[in-house]
């Protein structure tokens, strides 16, 4: 397949809480782009939990969707749902980091004709036709994911790798946040800063490991350096990714005008819209006590110091 009749995608990869959702957002206000959010998770959480798309309908409901549904697949009924949800858990679970390694980086089917895989040729190719995009940008996060997507010769896949201070992130993940607007009351999950901290090193060690598979299609970006200079950080991205001339929704250096996107699942700032005002989060650094900030780097020190966080 020739490389312009390949799907480009740009990948954001990175532990939660870490500024996926913001990044995939701002990125979806671009021409000729299109956000699907964290779409690893759309056998479960959208066509069984039918949540809301990131424009507030439901996902059953949204225009946008049931097109794409409809055109990739028949129907939202010919979809074996459950089939799909349990390969994409055995593919990309974190658990099967280790043979990742093992085998330097490759899936360990290289089959074209997995039904995943091919249900996943149908979905991206429908998204991009239906939408009239050029470029998706998934926010799924999990490294493996990413593998996955990678070793699908349909989709040109760009990976960008957002790394926050584990300090900051076990601190927001100790810390109650709404779900989303489908179920009121409800909070996203908390992880202690035991969990937090190996799951930092195990998602970041591995996606620092793609870099070394394929250097061109991988960068990095720290979460500090980008809200210190949101404009500057896309632009770098979109360069990396071949996409330098876009007209950039800033108002200012730390203000952005955000449109609803029509992203599947992820983090309830994707349902923001209207003025976004961009600011880094430090409440870490009086709120976290001495005992987790010491805890937290004890487990994460080796990369912390290879990409140069301050200890």
């Known amino acids: ?32 782009f299109f956000s699907v959010g964290e779409i690893r998770f759309i056998w479960e959480r959208n066509f069984i939990g039918n949540l ?10 949204c225009e946008t969707w049931v097109q794409i549904i ?19 858990r055995d593919y990309t679970s974190t658990r099967r980091t280790p043979l990742f390694f093992l085998n330097r980086g490759r899936m ?10 091919l249900a996943l040729i149908k979905l991206y190719k ?35 790798h957002i790394l926050r201070d584990p300090r900051a992130v076990a601190y927001s993940w100790m810390h109650p946040k709404a779900v989303n607007n489908d179920l009121q009351g409800e909070e996203m999950e908390r992880i202690s800063p035991l969990i937090s901290a190996g799951l930092w090193m195990v998602w970041n060690v591995t996606l620092s490991f793609m870099k070394y598979m394929t250097p061109k299609r991988y960068h990095l970006i720290k979460y500090e350096d980008f809200v210190r200079s949101p ?22 250096e730390f203000s952005v005008q955000m449109k609803s996107n029509h ?13 976004v005002e961009i600011k880094q989060d430090i ?7 001495l005992f987790y900030k010491i805890f937290t780097v004890v487990l994460t020190w080796p990369l912390m110091v290879f990409y140069k966080f301050r200890l």
């Not at 429908?126 to 996060?141: A, G, H, L």
């Not at 992203?263 to 209207?274: A, K």
Request: net charge negative; glycine share 8%; proline share 3%.
């Open 1 to 32: 397949m020739n490389q312009s009749e390949r799907i480009k995608v740009i990948y954001i990869a990175g532990w939660g809480r870490s500024g996926t959702t913001l990044l995939d957002n701002i990125f979806g206000q671009l021409e000729g």
């Open 52 to 61: 809301s798309c990131g424009c507030g309908k439901k996902f059953s409901e």
């Open 70 to 88: 409809n055109d990739a697949f028949g129907s939202a009924e010919n979809v074996d749902v459950e089939f799909l949800n349990k390969m994409m």
């Open 108 to 117: 360990l089917s290289h089959d074209a004709s997995d039904p995943y895989r």
């Open 126 to 160: 429908s998204i991009s036709r239906n939408t009239r995009s050029r470029v998706i940008i998934d926010s799924s996060k999990f490294p493996l994911y990413a593998s996955v997507l990678k070793s699908i010769p349909d989709l040109d896949v760009y990976v960008v």
């Open 231 to 252: 404009s500057s950080s896309i632009k770098e991205i979109l360069a990396f990714a071949g996409e330098s001339e876009h007209v950039l929704p800033f108002l200012s």
């Open 263 to 275: 992203t599947l699942s992820g983090n309830p700032n994707r349902f923001n819209n209207g003025v």
């Open 283 to 289: 409440r870490w650094q009086s709120e976290l006590s």
